[in-house]
């Protein structure tokens, strides 16, 4: 990946419905040499997909809430049917495995505390083997972005696992 693939990132990233033409003019390229490189980071998998950000509000889903999930066992079983169970709820944007003292969080987006306390009784209590929850209600949003950091030079995993760490010669944005 060169400046110019990441350069096509960071524009799409923040727009991702921009023209080919657009975009080529923005990166410098002519606008084929340019689809052919965005063609190229869908099929290696660095762009995984291209969505619209949905506002919340404007479709009945604007609460969010951040639940914490601890299972009765760490077990394969456990995790399997949770897993499942959520996997299945439109509700839950973002489940991950996590360390600590609980096992999972959740990033939950409902139209109100009425639907979210459902969510809690009649979906996530239900699920066997759910052991307990714990909930943080946002007051405030400071900061959402779906947009990652996309340094200069080279920063895949890859790159990095025979390093010894340090930054490159030359490269300092490691």
């Known amino acids: 990946m060169d400046d110019i693939d990441r350069r096509i990132l960071r524009a799409l990233q923040e727009d991702g ?28 998998g660095v762009i995984r997909r291209t969505v619209a950000l949905v506002d919340g509000k404007a479709v009945g889903a604007g609460f969010v809430a951040y639940v914490e999930v601890r299972l009765e066992k760490q077990s394969e079983a456990f995790s399997s049917r949770f897993e499942a169970a959520i996997l299945a709820r439109p509700e839950v944007l973002e489940c991950a495995f996590v360390t600590g003292g609980y096992d999972y969080l959740l990033k939950v987006a409902v139209a109100d505390l009425d639907e979210f306390h459902g969510f809690l009784t009649e979906t996530l209590a239900r699920i066997d083997g759910v052991a307990n929850t714990r909930t943080t209600i946002p007051v405030k949003r400071i900061k959402e972005t779906t947009a990652l950091r996309i340094r200069t030079g080279e920063t895949s995993a890859g790159a990095r696992a025979g390093s010894t760490g340090r930054a490159a010669s030359g490269n300092r944005n490691l």
């Open 17 to 44: 419905a921009i023209a080919n033409q657009t975009l080529a003019a923005r990166v410098g390229l002519s606008p084929s040499p340019c689809l052919r490189r965005v063609r190229a980071l869908q099929a290696a």
